[in-house]
């Protein structure tokens, strides 16, 4: 079985990696200028898929000087009906080409297929809803007296965009479609571990955008990303990963006064209420931690199940568990896939040790799946931990993995101090049937996004983004576009 993993991978492979993997700037595939390369693995079979140009200091600075000439020379006249005839043919191409772009995202992240799949369509459709808002960004007028106000709004140029690799098309998609939409060029550097959909997506671009006005210049985050997100000639960042990195993107902004906006890592509560049906609340809180294996920013990782219901919920989680199918992400059937790395596997395990020694119990996993058909791969068990202090390590830092932390609670108050009681704040989730309980906790809650009864659907349009250290700033909705321009007033005397 395991030889049968990596020949379906090998031939999945052949069909689908991208025929370029050079630098995309200024509508050419490129060597990095001092003609270095970086392996992108399968974290299914541990083997090199691509070798993919390494961008560094002076390929930023020909993307970035590529992406200005293409903003002063034609990508700054295009209407907002122009942009979004572009941005809508790039929903089509992403569109038409759904499984392709899965397949690849699969061997590149490991994620499940149908996971692959939800985020190649949720992709297109974010380029779809930028390209349907973009003409209503018209600006305001204002008659005051003998005056007569203009507000517009104005792209910054050029932005820098550094992403993360759990979602790395759609994560693409978030950056450069508000981008796009509001009127800026941009240089996007996706991340090292997942280089090939991005590369595969100005394959698929390049003759619908204007050269130079979308440049993807793969490569390490210290490299390329650092001389990205520092470069004095860039006007926005807009930056998804770690939360220490984030800190370091921000004061390389405060250099030259850039924007940033920032979408960090999380801890998100899930509150579940004794008035649910457990099945209902296992459904909710299996999918909240364990979908894209849980490689989410906004994961729910934190479990508080009311008393009354929690032994009902959690052996109802310890089977659900036992009947997740954990394998080849290609299969259609498999609900667990590895992990990106070698490097996150060895994070997890650590978290899982230090958990272990401070009084932690593994209700389910806790180790790696013994499955010989798996050993290349960077797999890691569903686990849930009870008995920890919520001030441990496993409970306060983003673990980023299968790993569900589980509290029991009676005392509303008590509990709520609780599911507050961490520097993130990113999402968090409410289970119960009761209107009230549900608005009321949603509110006590101290994150930019709270499901009721459901967990990691995104809606284009609804704001998504974080509070406390998970970030700064809006993606998915309209606000989004007003991170991507400045705004001029113009204020004319009628004297
Ligand atoms: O993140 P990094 P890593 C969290 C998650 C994970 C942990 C570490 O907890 O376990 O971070 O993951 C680029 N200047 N999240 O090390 O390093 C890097 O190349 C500019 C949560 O992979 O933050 C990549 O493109 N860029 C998160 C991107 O930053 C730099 C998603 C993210 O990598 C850089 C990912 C630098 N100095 C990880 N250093 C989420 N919010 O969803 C790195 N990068």
């Given at each position: 079985?395991?030889?049968?993993?990596?020949?379906?991978?090998?031939?999945?492979?052949?069909?689908?990696?991208?025929?370029?993997?050079?630098?995309?700037?200024?509508?050419?595939?490129?060597?990095?200028a001092?003609?270095e390369?970086?392996d992108t693995?399968?974290?299914?079979?541990?083997?090199?898929?691509?070798s993919?140009?390494?961008?560094?200091?002076a390929?930023?600075?020909?993307?970035?000087?590529?992406?200005?000439?293409?903003?002063d020379e034609?990508?700054?006249?295009?209407?907002?009906?122009?942009?979004?005839?572009?941005?809508?043919?790039?929903?089509?191409?992403?569109?038409?080409?759904?499984?392709?772009?899965?397949?690849?995202?699969?061997?590149d992240?490991g994620?499940?297929?149908?996971e692959a799949?939800?985020?190649?369509?949720?992709?297109?459709?974010?380029f779809?809803?930028f390209?349907?808002?973009?003409?209503?960004?018209?600006?305001e007028?204002m008659n005051?007296?003998?005056?007569?106000?203009?507000?517009?709004?104005?792209?910054?140029?050029?932005?820098?965009q550094?992403i993360?690799?759990?979602?790395?098309l759609?994560?693409?998609?978030w950056?450069?479609?508000p981008?796009?939409?509001?009127?800026?060029?941009?240089?996007?550097?996706?991340?090292?571990?997942t280089?090939?959909?991005?590369?595969?997506?100005?394959?698929?671009i390049d003759?619908?955008?204007?050269?130079?006005?979308?440049?993807?210049?793969?490569?390490?985050g210290e490299e390329?990303?650092?001389?990205?997100?520092?470069?004095?000639?860039?006007?926005?960042?807009?930056?998804?990963?770690?939360?220490?990195?984030?800190?370091q993107?921000?004061?390389?902004?405060a250099?030259?006064?850039?924007?940033?906006?920032?979408?960090?890592g999380?801890?998100?509560?899930?509150?579940?209420?004794?008035?649910?049906?457990?099945?209902?609340?296992?459904?909710?809180?299996?999918?909240?931690?364990f979908?894209?294996?849980g490689?989410?920013?906004?994961?729910?990782?934190r479990l508080?199940?009311?008393?009354?219901?929690?032994?009902?919920?959690?052996?109802?989680?310890?089977?659900?568990?036992?009947?997740?199918?954990?394998?080849?992400?290609?299969?259609?059937?498999?609900?667990?896939?590895?992990?990106?790395?070698r490097e996150?596997?060895d994070?997890?395990?650590?978290?899982?040790e230090?958990?272990?020694?401070?009084?932690?119990?593994?209700l389910?996993?806790?180790?790696q799946?013994?499955?010989?058909?798996?050993?290349d791969?960077?797999?890691?068990?569903?686990?849930?931990?009870?008995?920890?202090?919520?001030d441990?390590?496993?409970?306060?830092?983003?673990?980023?993995?299968?790993?569900?932390?589980?509290?029991?609670?009676?005392?509303?108050d008590?509990?709520?101090?609780?599911?507050?009681?961490v520097?993130?704040?990113l999402?968090?989730?409410?289970?119960?049937?009761d209107?009230?309980?549900?608005?009321?906790t949603?509110?006590?809650?101290?994150?930019?996004?709270?499901?009721?009864?459901?967990y990691?659907?995104?809606?284009?349009?609804?704001?998504?983004g974080?509070?406390?250290?998970?970030?700064?700033g809006?993606?998915?909705?309209?606000?989004?576009?007003?991170h991507?321009?400045?705004?001029k007033?113009?204020?004319?005397?009628l004297r």
């Amino acid at each position: 079985r395991r030889d049968e993993v990596r020949q379906r991978h090998q031939e999945a492979a052949d069909e689908v990696l991208p025929e370029q993997t050079g630098l995309y700037i200024d509508g050419e595939f490129v060597d990095a200028a001092d003609g270095e390369t970086f392996d992108t693995v399968d974290p299914t079979t541990g083997e090199v898929l691509a070798s993919v140009a390494r961008g560094k200091e002076a390929d930023v600075d020909d993307a970035v000087e590529a992406a200005w000439t293409a903003f002063d020379e034609e990508w700054s006249d295009y209407s907002a009906g122009r942009r979004q005839r572009v941005l809508t043919a790039i929903a089509d191409a992403i569109e038409d080409h759904v499984e392709e772009l899965a397949r690849l995202e699969t061997l590149d992240n490991g994620k499940p297929i149908s996971e692959a799949k939800i985020d190649i369509r949720g992709a297109a459709e974010h380029f779809r809803y930028f390209a349907g808002i973009v003409r209503e960004n018209g600006g305001e007028t204002m008659n005051a007296g003998s005056r007569y106000g203009q507000v517009i709004k104005e792209p910054y140029g050029v932005v820098g965009q550094v992403i993360p690799w759990n979602f790395p098309l759609m994560m693409a998609s978030w950056k450069l479609a508000p981008a796009l939409a509001a009127g800026n060029c941009t240089v996007l550097k996706p991340a090292e571990q997942t280089p090939l959909t991005a590369l595969r997506l100005a394959e698929l671009i390049d003759d619908i955008v204007p050269d130079g006005v979308v440049n993807i210049v793969p490569g390490y985050g210290e490299e390329a990303g650092a001389a990205l997100t520092g470069h004095p000639d860039i006007r926005k960042v807009a930056f998804t990963g770690s939360t220490a990195v984030g800190k370091q993107v921000m004061k390389s902004a405060a250099d030259t006064v850039t924007d940033v906006t920032l979408e960090l890592g999380g801890k998100s509560p899930v509150v579940v209420f004794p008035d649910v049906h457990p099945k209902k609340a296992v459904a909710l809180v299996k999918s909240a931690i364990f979908y894209n294996t849980g490689e989410c920013c906004e994961a729910g990782s934190r479990l508080f199940v009311h008393e009354d219901i929690a032994d009902d919920v959690l052996d109802g989680l310890v089977s659900a568990i036992d009947d997740m199918t954990i394998g080849d992400p290609l299969d259609e059937e498999t609900d667990l896939g590895p992990k990106v790395s070698r490097e996150q596997v060895d994070r997890t395990m650590e978290f899982l040790e230090k958990a272990q020694e401070e009084g932690g119990q593994f209700l389910a996993g806790g180790g790696q799946p013994e499955d010989e058909a798996l050993s290349d791969g960077c797999f890691v068990e569903p686990t849930l931990i009870e008995g920890l202090d919520h001030d441990s390590e496993a409970v306060q830092e983003e673990i980023f993995g299968p790993v569900l932390d589980v509290f029991r609670w009676d005392d509303y108050d008590e509990m709520m101090a609780l599911a507050n009681d961490v520097e993130y704040g990113l999402a968090g989730g409410v289970i119960t049937d009761d209107i009230t309980k549900a608005n009321t906790t949603a509110r006590d809650i101290e994150a930019g996004y709270i499901w009721i009864n459901s967990y990691h659907d995104l809606v284009a349009g609804l704001p998504f983004g974080g509070y406390k250290q998970s970030g700064i700033g809006r993606e998915l909705s309209a606000d989004t576009l007003d991170h991507y321009q400045q705004t001029k007033t113009i204020n004319l005397s009628l004297r």
